[in-house]
């Protein structure tokens, strides 16, 4: 018996929602550059603007509509006609248009921004998705500050924009004040009483301004939303939006939890993430999950041990699923001597435990001073810890041009190698060795205490 995968649909809003974050403005080039990764990423849509915002926008959207031809391009309109008939002009000669139109529900926005009642919204809503209806076949209507949003009055709305036209329905949790358990409980109360609810895709846009958009949005998946909106890098207004490449890895890694399945090539969400860090200039933050520069480096030297013994111990994915071209062994003070002796066969050494021993020792030493032990530190250090007269066996191999240059000392391409001790010729200059299966406990033991 198969059973049927859900599928869910990536919005993403990276390019609109994005865009309007402090400091990450782009120009048309630059938007069409993650268009086309987005487009490479496997996107479903992506919301490439707000046509009527500016000049800009509206060249944006039309551009890429133009250019981007597989993915469901939108545009964003407020519930009125002119920027209806906006986003409809940049968004027409998309191979799969779709216009977006939002109105804010909530009473704080209903009697401080929008100055109208709740009548008058409603009737707004209905109008506007009706005439967006007329231009577009596909037309997803967003209640702005949903989650702040009286329930009763929110489903009568959502009732009323379906009966319009509307194909798709996305609960913005605008100011990102829900929690998971009632934002799924919001999503399952939609889905249970407004009528005609089962026509349309349910959508959740969740802002993180309590670090919750993405639990927030997988309570929404658990709860029926088949579609989700999300950026790159979460960026977006204030804290940012639900992180696109945490709620796909999510699904990934704890498919057991999230049998769902989207349409995304993981693989490209690294290069998504420096493309857009590169052109907007804003950096990731270090531990950002998934595609943070330390999402995958291991610096504490238990840690270090147990990822050269069997990766599964610290890391439940592999970086190159993400398209990280590798994990990373910080060489730091907390290091362990397991992988300060796997860096050195990296390098082309490979040392006896009593010679380890000492270089260990020194490497400690210079790690508590620089923080972080570049390649070029460990060579000149290992050169100034076994000096030629030392007990030494000839290296195997003689260290390339490149390495000898790193190395910052008098070595030439031409010298040979310096002799250090070392166990077998087993291995060729480059490649890592094979971590040993049968080093035995007692020694496993010592390395614990010597803090690998
Ligand atoms: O956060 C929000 O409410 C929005 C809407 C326009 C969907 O971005
Ligand atoms: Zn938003």
Known sequence: MSIEQVRITIFDTTLRDGEQSPG???NLQEKLRVA??????????????????????FAAVKTIAAVIRRPIIAGLARACRLDIERAWEALKDAARPRIHVFLATSDIHLKYKLRITREECLAQAREAVAFAKSLCNDVEFSPEDATRTDPEFLCQVLEAVIDAGATTLNIPDTVGYTVPSEFGELIATIRGRVRGIENVTISAHCHNDLGMAVANTMAAIAAGARQVECTINGIGERAGNA???EIVMAMRVRHDRYPYETAINAE???PASQLLSEITGVPVQPNKAIIGRNAFAHEAGIHQDGMLKNPLTYEIMTPQSVGVPDSKLVLGKHSGRHALAIRCEQLGYQFDR??????YRRFVRLADKI???EDHHLLELIRDTHKPAASATPLFEPLPTAIAAAAGASASAAEPPLPFPMASQTHTFGL?????????????????????
């Open 354 to 359: 009593r010679a380890l021993d000492d270089i």
């Open 36 to 57: 086309h990764q987005l487009d490479r990423l496997g996107a479903d849509v992506i919301e490439a603007g707000f046509p009527i915002a500016s000049d800009g926008d």
């Open 371 to 373: 923080k972080k032990v």
């Open 268 to 270: 490209h969400l690294f």
């Open 432 to 452: 890592p060795l094979p971590i040993a299966a049968d080093r035995n406990h007692d020694q496993q033991q010592e390395d614990y205490l010597w803090g690998v």
């Open 243 to 245: 992180s696109l490449e």
């Open 24 to 26: 990450c403005s782009m």
